[in-house]
């Protein structure tokens, strides 16, 4: 049957049915489903950031120590390191229902759980759970975008995205910061269980399947690869940042995260022969695709370190309360949530160059005004600073994600946003791990604020990377215009 939409049923060309029919793409059913899956997608997304503040109520509570109570936040992104990448193959196996169902099913599986835990041992269970509904949901948002969303329109309906995977981050620490002042740990599992069974409902009810089933076979010796993999490099990177020196296990964690990730690479680009990669890499032969999963891995590095830093300076430095913290980082969170569906529209009537150089010069002016900060710069300052932060990474996320998506043949488009979903993630480790490492060695020689300037400093000469990466975005085509 052809997928051609300038063509009708007999082949004769048609023009304004094609066009129509781009537009009927936009039903009101379509909407429901991305609408479900933005929802959903935002409540997973919260629950991540949520724990961070938690962590020292609950090494009180269930009398654990610092070091075993981060595993709730280690073993989280570990797990979502993992399954991210098996997501292009279960994409492709599964209908659009059936996945949703069960990434939103262990997502509240877990939950429940969590809210349940009688010991440490099953919350960090749960939050493994968890993280395996969490780390489906994005790459099936964005495949059914794809999927669903005429090209003209993409741009604005990935700006939507970004209210998910921004806003919902920056809400987190504020959220379980309130609920942690009036409440027990356990109600930030309560609260959030409803909004997720809600969504599952709704689903469950409302939700078509779009797009085709593949027949791909899984390839177990891949599935088994990523572990060591990809698991192996994010725990590595995590671990050495977070001590604050190498040891001898992240380091061995590390290497043999880079040796299996070798040949995990060798292993696909092998199956890709037969049609029949866990993950496939032939996105890679787009040049946009590549240019923007680059141009997002950098901006992920400077902003995850950034992330975990500030909150540091504020609270050591400033001395704010950790409630206060996360109210004094959302107004740059909601900016960068807000803007995105405005950016979306911008990026679908001019392209993505004006929009990548303006955000990624605003990431660089920003980090360096960040190393500049000292115990008596002001609060407003900082605000006002994260704030245009988070306008220029709006700037650069929704047409990275966009131009490096559009292009991709729909055969490609689970994959794809495995791909993007995954280096994020390894991005993000690596670059927590680069700054916070530097921020220890230079503040145990020269104090708290020089290291803090050091590792945004750092973070300042990252963000010149993408400046130059983002002089090289371009308008795609969608892949019917191959």
Known sequence: MSTDVTSDGSGSPA???GTQHARDRMSRESVTVIVTLLVATFVVILNETIMNVALQRLMTDLNVDA????????????TMAVVIPTTGFILQRLTTRAAFLLAIGLFSSG?????????????????????????????????TILTLVPLSRRGAVMGNVTIAISVAPALGPTVSGIILDHFSWRFMFVFVLP??????????????????????????????LTVPAFGGLVYGLSQIG?????????????????????????????????????????????????????????????????????????????HLQPMETGLALLP??????????????????????????????????TLWQFSMLTASSPLWWVVVLYAVLSLGLALLFTPAFTTGLNPLPPHLYSHGSAIMSTLQQV???????????????????????????????????????????STMMRKTEGAAGH
């Open 67 to 78: 070091p075993t109570v981060q595993w709730l936040s280690t073993g989280f992104m570990l």
């Open 332 to 365: 740059g969170g909601l900016a960068m949530g807000l803007l995105g569906p405005v950016v979306g529209r911008l990026f679908d009537k001019i392209g993505p160059l004006p929009l990548t150089v303006t955000g990624s010069i605003l990431l660089v002016l």
């Open 427 to 469: 991005a993000g480790a690596a670059g927590t791990a680069l700054l916070v490492s530097i921020f220890a060695v230079v503040s145990a020689a020269s104090g708290f604020v020089a290291g803090m300037q050091a590792a945004f400093l750092t973070a300042t000469l990252i963000a010149v990377v993408a400046v130059v990466l």
């Open 15 to 17: 023009p304004e049915t």
């Open 195 to 224: 909004v997720a069974l809600l969504a599952m409902g709704i689903g469950a009810k409302f939700l078509t399947n779009v797009g085709e089933r593949g027949n791909v076979r899984l390839d177990f010796a891949s599935v088994v």
């Open 242 to 318: 977070g001590h604050a020196g190498a040891t001898a296990l992240p380091i061995a964690a590390l290497v043999t995260g880079v040796l299996c990730m070798v040949a995990f690479v060798f292993r696909q680009l092998k199956l890709q022969k037969s049609d029949a990669p866990l993950l496939d890499l032939r996105a890679f032969n787009f040049r946009m695709f590549t240019v923007s999963v680059l141009l997002m891995v950098v901006a992920m590095m400077a902003l995850f370190g950034g992330v975990i830093l500030l909150p540091l300076y504020l609270q050591n430095v400033l």
């Open 111 to 143: 939950t429940l759980l969590a809210a349940l835990a009688p010991g440490f041992g099953v919350l960090l269970l749960a939050r493994i759970v968890q993280a395996g509904g969490t780390a489906i949901m994005l790459p099936l948002l964005m495949t």
